[in-house]
């Protein structure tokens, strides 16, 4: 688990769950949020781990990689 410490930001805070609400409805794989602190800005966020995504598929040019993952985001 990772815990994320918005502080005083809550534009930040409140903007990442904005992201993270529309990725998950158009079925990207983000991190699950399993508690969240609305007063304080804390959300406690699954760990996808050490793996990078140009190191999970290493056979497939890394340029090849990032294009595909904007052009996911992209809608």
Request: a negative charge.
């Amino acid at each position: 688990m990772i815990c994320l410490d918005s502080g005083n930001e809550k534009k930040e805070y409140n903007n990442f769950l904005k992201v993270h609400s529309y990725l998950s409805k158009v079925n990207v794989s983000i991190p699950n949020i399993y508690e969240n602190d609305d007063v304080n800005n804390i959300l406690i966020l699954e760990d996808f781990g050490n793996l990078r995504f140009d190191r999970i598929l290493k056979d497939y040019p890394l340029k090849k990689l990032l294009e595909c993952a904007i052009r996911t985001l992209i809608v």
